[in-house]
């Protein structure tokens, strides 16, 4: 049965999402017309979650589900008021972004490991009201990572955060506003590495160009995350954070815990595409199929979800 397929811009997502929940409530309740319970998915707004999003889509009508897409919603704010507002039923998240991002946890109180960050991350989904159920995170974490010039790594001798910091009022250092602002962001690593000062800050939201300044020398370092494709490229060093100040980042599917009591084979079907993911290495393999070779990001699941047997190949 075909999906249907909504692609939100985050703009129009800002400005509809209240008005839209008001006006059709639960969303999730119309679907393409088959004889299995619907469900709407959702997504943030990079390729990673689209293809994350197109994966539980794929699994979920495998299995007899009429699935309505409604990828592309944009930031975590967005998604998560998109699944409160009963607008979506599901959407990939996290661990790390919803602790810090949804329930504001202080990085004093990060858990120490993936597995307790994903239990105190349940408990707190949990709690709400309407509550939510995040279920089983994926084989691979996507977390901060910071990115140094080669020739600037080599020239400071930067192998660590610890070394950046001693000379970082020498340096600029491209990030993005969000970054800057959140509690595990920016002033986690001013917390953490006091002695960091850089001489420049580069406010850069497209990720291209971010990345576009390192290579022209506008920046010296950048923050990215571990998916990144750039993290594969030689002229790139990843400076070691030596103090592990970040929480862990696996996304697992969060869904509508009132959905999850009236759909429980919806979670055996989630899992199942969680326990299929790849690495970080493998899951920079299916971006980079999207954003290099301009392939659609539903075909990319597809491919890869049937030859892990998790669906039928075509």
């Known amino acids: 049965m075909k999906k249907i397929k909504w692609m939100i811009p985050a703009l129009l997502t800002l400005l509809f999402a209240g008005a839209f929940a008001s ?24 390729t990673e979650q689209l293809i994350l999003g197109e994966m539980y889509s794929l699994a979920l009508e495998e299995e007899g589900f009429n699935v309505e897409e409604r990828l ?21 998240e996290y661990t790390g972004s919803a602790l810090v991002a949804i329930f504001e946890v202080e990085p004093e109180d990060y858990p120490e490991d993936p597995e307790a ?19 089983a995170q994926t ?5 901060y990572g910071i990115v140094v010039r080669r ?22 250092f491209a990030t993005f506003s969000e970054f800057q602002e959140r509690a595990d962001g ?22 291209g160009l971010k990345y576009g300044g390192l290579e022209n020398g506008e920046a010296d ?29 696996y996304p697992a599917p969060v869904i509508r815990q009132d959905y999850l009591d009236e759909n429980p084979e919806a979670e055996e079907v989630l899992d199942s595409v969680s326990e299929a993911t ?37």
């Open 23 to 46: 006006a059709c409530g639960n969303v999730g309740s119309s679907g393409s017309g088959g004889e299995g319970p619907s469900i709407t998915v959702g997504s943030k707004n990079f």
């Open 72 to 92: 592309d919603l944009g930031s975590i704010q967005i998604a998560d008021r998109a699944l409160q507002n009963g607008q979506i039923d599901v959407y990939p």
């Open 117 to 135: 960050t994903l239990d105190e991350v349940r408990e707190l989904y949990s709690e709400r009201d309407p509550a939510d159920t995040m279920l």
């Open 139 to 143: 084989n691979f974490e996507n977390t």
């Open 151 to 172: 020739e600037v790594a080599e020239e400071y001798d930067i192998e660590t955060l610890e070394d950046l910091a001693e000379v970082s009022n020498e340096l600029t």
């Open 186 to 207: 920016f002033p986690n690593m001013e917390e953490n590495y006091p002695a960091l000062d850089f001489g420049g800050i580069l406010i850069v939201n497209d990720i």
């Open 221 to 249: 370092a950048a923050i990215g995350f571990t998916t990144d494709l750039q993290f594969d490229q030689e002229e790139f060093v990843i400076a070691e954070d030596t103090k592990d100040i970040w929480p862990s980042y």
């Open 278 to 314: 790849p690495d970080a290495a493998g899951m920079r393999d299916l971006i980079r199929s999207v954003d290099e070779d301009q392939e659609d990001p539903e075909a990319v699941a597809r491919e890869y979800l049937a030859g892990e047997g998790v669906i039928e190949g075509e």
